[in-house]
């Protein structure tokens, strides 16, 4: 799904401030699928008196639902009750890794969408919140939004993060678009530590969209995604604090996180960061970025760097040409 950075402007102007309508409040946002503390489930786990062997397989799976393979490895050496009741879970890994290697062509396999949606129809009738997701994102790609939407909101209602982040950006790319269910799903996998989720619900507070405009709290959650590895939200929150939109004005810091984007692959923080360090005087660093962000298709930093270029010995841009050829982004999120 395409995603966009900082908020568009009407003017034009990509740094004017929205007006703070009112307080943002979690309480807007409340879970929806509370089965472990209000349902039925709460009461069959207390009649148990302790007991996790007489846990309802029906309980049990729908908290074991998005559980990776160690998970439920470890969970079944509880009891023979629970490595009985998780076999489904158990198997549906075996189709999700299988459904992977046709997506991809690992393993030996050639890739094949159809069967490796097959195998993921196989793992999520089986309970697994992970195969949904995954089949959701087939559904996605070869246009299917329907059937997408309807794994992506059964893996959100057992809790499932990427579910709930994937099921909140579907409502927005819907038609009509569904802004203020988006907002509710995306809160709740942003609560959980999805750091995508966490970017997109702050550009919804950003933006005013489905929610209140809330610059402060869009800020937070930019520098929630950003400390979580996400190189977008890095890149906003340096334009946070490069202008003082929802966290206090800091060159130093806009500058920190300006560069923690660069150094990920951000093209725009690459060019930005490149005219920083042109204006700070450090021309062959300043060439090697804004070289990155030309490569990266920012054509303006293009501009920028042959001027610099020129100001260089033909040793300088030698090197500089070699350091660029030879640049590898650092880790994240994406």
Known sequence: ???????????????????????????????TSKFWSTSSASRQIRSSDGDFSKLP??????????????????????????????????????????????KHGRGGVRPNLNKALES???????GSTLAMVDAGLLYWEIGDK????????????LGDRSGQ???????????PSKRKEAVKWLFQASKSGHVRAQYQFALCLHQGSGVNCNLQEAARWYLKAAEGGYVR????????????????????????????????????????????????????????????????????AAHVKNVILQQLSATSRDRVMNLADNWRALPSSR
């Open 1 to 31: 799904m395409k995603q966009s950075t900082w908020p568009g402007r009407s003017d034009g102007s990509r740094f004017k401030s929205l007006p703070i309508k009112h307080q943002f409040h979690q309480s807007e946002f409340k879970s």
């Open 146 to 157: 329907d059937k997408a939407i309807a794994l992506y909101e059964k893996a959100a209602k």
């Open 120 to 126: 993921f129809l196989k793992g999520a009738a089986r």
């Open 233 to 300: 939200a890095m890149y906003n929150v340096a334009l946070c604090y490069s202008v003082g939109e929802g966290l206090a004005q800091s060159h130093r810091l806009a500058r920190k996180w300006m560069k923690r984007a660069a150094d990920r692959g951000h093209s725009k923080a690459q060019f930005e960061h490149g005219l920083g360090l042109f204006s700070e005087g450090e021309q062959l660093k300043a060439v090697v970025y804004l070289e990155l962000a030309t490569r990266a298709g920012e054509t303006a």
């Open 165 to 175: 982040c994937n099921l909140g950006l579907a409502y927005l790319q819907a038609e």
């Open 57 to 102: 397989f029906d309980i049990l799976t729908k908290i074991a639902a998005s559980f990776t393979l160690p998970n439920l490895q470890a969970a079944s050496l509880v009891c023979k009750s629970w490595s009985e009741g998780l076999r489904p879970l158990r198997e549906a890994m075996l189709f999700l890794k299988w459904g992977k290697r046709f």
